[in-house]
Structures are given as structure tokens and as C-alpha cells.
């Protein structure tokens, strides 16, 4: 499993990086942001958000942005921590320094297995069709009517798993523990705003919202007859 440790005091990076090669990773360490935006594709990266360069939330849009990669930010104690803003740049999770090594790892197992075997709708094998709505999950790609929709991973999990069981209705708590990770998620406001982008991406009256339970896909071919 390689790692890629993106930060700039090595006061924090030589330890870390040897407790981490301690527990099997295999660990690269860059110490700017301009570095980590050029380093190989590893199977998950710790960012910290303080970067002498560019602004750490530049770098995970930027990452995200090219790649599925599994993020984890690493945010200074009392820094203002907007998760709402963190999951729409792409980030799985967060921690918050200091953090214990034990921690950390136990973190970046849970998002390595949240993101690899546990993804929501991983069991779904071929094309999930919705009326006009298609989802492909071998290559993760949607389209609407045939034109092609380009979504986030998070936008693309929560559509597959209300997607994969039409018709049925998702509660707020199932979605949040199936798409994202419960034990960071103090909000459900993050929920609502992926439904919002959902919709905005796709068309408003795809994802029905079924009042204090929570929501549910609906097939557009039935409802234009
Ligand atoms: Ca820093």
C-alpha cells in the first residue's frame, strides 16, 4: 500500500512516515504542494492543509480532480474546519493535529476499505438503467437522455446506491452511513447538498425528497407519460 505523506515540517514527516513504513505502508513524503501534484499515484495521500506553496484545499481539488485517489486531510488544531467545503473539494476524510499514529492508521484503513471493496453499489455488476438515467459502474460513467454527465465520486456513489433500487426509499441515516463514513459525520447538511448538486447535474425531479425520511430515485421515462 503506498502513501504519500504531503507535508512541509519534518518535525511531523520523518516520524510520521517511520511509524507509517512501521505498519506496512510504503511512504512518500512531499513537502510542498507543487511536489505532491507531481509525485506517482499512490493508493492514498495525506494532505496537509498548511502548505508553504499553494493552499492545501487548491492541492485536493487539483488531485481530485485527476484522479479517484482516497484524501485525507490533516488540518491544524482550531483551524476552521468547513466539511461541507472539504467534501466538495473530494476529501474522504480528516484528521486534526496533533493525532495519534494509532488513529491515523485505523483512519486510512477504514477509508481504504470504504473506498475499495465497501464502495457503495461495489456488488452492482452491469448497466444500471432508470429510465433516461444510465450508470455504467465498471467505468463510472452517467448519462442522461445519452449525454454524458460528469459527477464527483461521492455525487457518482450516492446516485448508484438510490440508483441501484428504484423506486425505494433511502433514510437520510442509511445514505449518510452508506456513502460516507458515520463517524466523522456530525452534519447531514453535506447529504443535502450532494442531493442539490445531484440535481442540479442531472434534472431537478430525478431524486424525489420523501419528507423527514429521506429520498428516493424516480424513473423520468414513467413520470413524462
Ligand atoms: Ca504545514
Redesign the pocket.
Known sequence: MRILVV???PSISVPLAEGLRREGFEVEVAPTGAAALAAQPVDIVLL?L??PDLEGNVVCQRMRARSAVPIIVVTARGEEIDRVVLLELGADDYVVKPFGLRELVARIRAVLRRTAGAAPGAAVVGEVVVGPLCIDPRTRAVTLDGAAIALTPKEYDLLLFLAADPGAVRGRDELIREVWDEHWWGSTKTLDVHVASLRKKLRPELIETVRSVGYRIVDLSAVEQ
Open positions: 507535508e512541509d515540517d496537509d498548511g502548505l
